[in-house]
């Protein structure tokens, strides 16, 4: 493939910025979704972020808990900031962020819209009072692919090997929520090709519903209908949004509270029942219990698989729906101090139906049996500029898993991060999501380090190595072996109104040869680059431009041919201080092979968010439209009542036609349009 070196040249002198600078979080979004190859629903975490922006959390009363939330705070920086409170008292001025150990320029500006100063008095809200004094928001949107899939049959031909229902995907939330204090809500939501029937019957295909509430004297949380479970570094059990590598070098240890409320269209990771956590002196305690049913595979009276995608369109995945019973029971026990802690975890499950492992010899270990545990401790201790945690697990037969990590403040322009884990081939644990390579922990040993440099205040460099090695085989990989994987970036942002960076990603992994004629395949090294430069300007106070070019090498094999990729895209927003803001990106890509595919977050309508992967030779452009409706038709009561509306378009296309997706999502077009419409009322 030849590289359009006019278009590079063009994208480079185009200096651009965004409405929002390009966040931590979509970088790790774009990482997690090339590892789980899997669409994320969980936007709990941008729910509470939005909820901060109209209330932000008092730093002067916020708990370790509620920092521990905060995204963009890591475990050293946290720990810095309650050492500082306690120390000096509470803050006057925001402006005091700036003398606090471990904290840069780039976490203060990504804070500063999510909290304030109030007075440091904690007042309690009676529950009476919290049931009044809150804010009502209801979501209605509907999306879908103008292009007909292979899965919708044609009128009047009825076959149940094909998609059921309409091609409209259709979500609603309503919730209603009192600051942090109290929250509850109900969940609807319809995927395309499920059939929907309103809410008679059995309503929309998946609801969710959800009472949440906090700060109830001894008791610090109270979950009951869904909810999430998140427990030491996740070698057991963590159901929210968690991330793995990324240029975001010192955020690698999982925190957060262990009980939160879920509200997300998903239809797997989370729990259905009740918990509690209570609070007594230096002790805390979790308890929670759930019961649900699983989609399944079964074999006879055995379960294959359980199924997450939670897709229930044709005759087939209706079949496998909620064949499988699951209870849950477990808990987390906490002994804290000032600067430590250490907790004992544990988590059960009991299934109707026993799980029956593969014949793949990669599967040998795989679980088996009607029943399954995991227990774990996990620890913290801070100690100046430098804290270390941990966790240590076992399964119900007993095999082990470790993961330990070190955050140092070096000097105030250099900060380090180590992570070691060494997870037995045989551990198995149903929902973890540790900071591993592997999307589950098991089968596994590594060692990461991570670093973080500003030599001055203009320029910033993050860089990791990650060393790991898997002992017995994994999917597609037919033997044991090893791997690493480097980045190394460049950040430099002059004044408020420019920012470039620019970072180089390099991995190798073993995987089994491509070779159709081999009986046994053979592992080859596989080995994948990415080189990303891209440039954010404000031209206007109203007018941001955004701009990035993506390069991509794959090569599978020491004499296999390089396959390579091209990405450029530039972005236009318009936000002026009226009610209207409107975004534009028009995207080319030409790639070799899906191998070399490229990955870009996208802009989309408010709690949704969109990470297609770009592969073969085509243009992607979309608009997002945002308007809010109240300022127009009643201006006076904007604030107490709003009603804000989305509108995006988006649209792939091709120089020919081609075929994209796979089994019944195939697509053989020259275009692919998708639609998204979305209203949120919200009134106080």
């Known amino acids: 493939m030849k590289t359009p070196f006019t278009i590079i040249l063009l994208l480079a002198a185009c200096i651009a910025r965004a409405q929002e600078r390009e966040t931590i979080s979509e970088q790790q979004l774009e990482n997690q979704t090339e590892v789980s190859n899997m669409d994320m629903e969980d936007d709990n975490s941008w729910q509470q972020l939005e909820a901060l922006r109209r209330h932000p959390l008092d730093l002067n009363t916020a708990t370790i808990t509620d ?9 050293l920086q946290v720990a810095s900031f309650i050492r500082y409170r306690s120390l000096m008292g509470k803050l006057l001025d925001l402006h005091e962020l700036q003398a606090i150990p471990a904290w840069d320029a780039q976490t203060i500006r990504q804070l500063l819209p999510f909290v304030k100063l109030g007075t440091g008095s904690v007042t309690s809200t009676p529950i009476a009072q919290r049931f009044r004094n809150g804010e009502h ?17 044609p009128p009047g031909s009825p076959d149940k090997a094909y998609y059921q229902g309409s091609p409209v995907r259709v979500f609603t939330r309503y919730k209603y929520a009192a600051n942090d204090l109290l929250q509850y809500g109900i969940t609807a939501d319809k995927d395309a090709g499920e059939i929907f029937k309103g809410f008679q019957q059995k309503g929309f295909d998946f609801c969710s519903y959800h009472l949440f509430a906090r700060k109830l004297g001894k008791i610090k949380a109270l979950a009951l209908g869904d909810y999430t479970v998140n427990m030491g570094q996740g070698l057991i059990h963590w159901q929210s949004l968690a991330f793995k590598k990324s240029s975001a070098v010192m955020q690698v240890k999982r925190q957060g509270p262990v009980l939160k409320p879920y509200s997300a269209a998903g239809e797997y990771y989370f729990h259905r029942g009740s918990g509690i956590t209570l609070q007594q002196k230096n002790w805390e305690a979790t308890l929670f219990a759930s019961f649900r049913k699983l989609d399944a595979n079964l074999s006879g009276d055995s379960v294959t698989s359980i199924l997450t995608t939670g897709y229930h369109r044709t005759q087939a995945e209706i079949n496998e729906r909620y064949n499988l019973d699951r209870f ?24 109707s ?4 492992r593969s014949a793949d010899p990669y599967d040998l270990f795989a679980i088996t049996g009607k029943r399954w545990s995991n227990h774990s401790v996990d620890y913290a201790f801070t100690h100046r500029n430098l804290h270390v945690y941990g966790e240590a697990a076992i399964d119900q037969q007993f095999n082990k898993a470790l993961l330990h990590g070190i955050l140092v403040s070096l000097d105030p322009k250099a900060d380090l991060s180590l992570v070691y884990r060494h997870i037995d081939k045989e551990y198995q644990a149903l929902q973890g999501n540790a900071f591993t390579e592997s999307y589950l922990p098991g089968n596994e040993q590594g060692l990461y380090a991570g670093l973080t440099l500003r030599p001055a205040p203009v320029w910033q460099i993050d860089a990791y190595g990650d060393f790991f090695r898997f002992p017995w085989l994994k999917y597609r990989v037919n033997a044991p072996g090893n791997g690493g994987d ?31 004629e081999a009986v046994v395949k053979p592992i080859e090294r596989t080995v994948r680059q990415n080189w990303r430069t891209q440039v954010i300007f404000q031209t206007t106070p109203a007018i941001t431009l955004k701009s990035r070019v993506e390069l991509v090498w794959y090569q599978a094999g020491e004499a296999a041919h390089t396959e390579k990729g091209f ?32 990955y870009a977050y996208e802009q989309d309508v408010q709690y949704s968010f969109s990470i297609p992967p770009f592969s073969g030779k085509g243009l992607r452009y979309y608009i997002n439209c945002k308007q809010n409706l109240a300022a127009i038709l009643s201006p006076k009561r904007t604030g107490k009542v709003n009603c804000h509306l989305w509108l995006r378009f988006a649209q792939f296309l091709f120089p020919s036609k081609v075929l994209t997706g796979s089994g019944l999502d195939e697509l053989n077009s020259k275009q692919k349009t998708e639609l998204r419409v979305q209203l949120i009322f919200t009134t106080r």
Do not use: C
């Open 67 to 75: 920092l521990e939330g905060l995204p963009m705070l890591n475990a």
């Open 567 to 598: 990405s450029a895209f530039t972005e236009v927003f318009y936000t002026p201080k009226r009610s209207f803001t409107v975004n534009m990106r028009l995207h080319f890509f030409e790639t070799d092979s899906y191998n070399a595919r490229v």
């Open 328 to 351: 849950t029971a477990g808990g987390n026990i906490r002994y804290s101090r000032p600067g430590w802690h250490v907790g004992v975890n544990t988590v059960k499950y009991q299934f």
């Open 486 to 516: 480097y980045l190394f970036q460049v950040m430099y942002k002059p004044n408020k109104t420019v920012e470039v960076t620019s970072r180089y990603r390099h991995e190798h992994k073993p995987a089994n040869s491509t070779d159709d």
């Open 137 to 153: 928001s209801l979501l209605l949107r509907a999306a879908q692919t103008l292009e007909k899939v292979k899965g919708f049959q």
């Open 353 to 356: 139906h026993p799980f029956k």
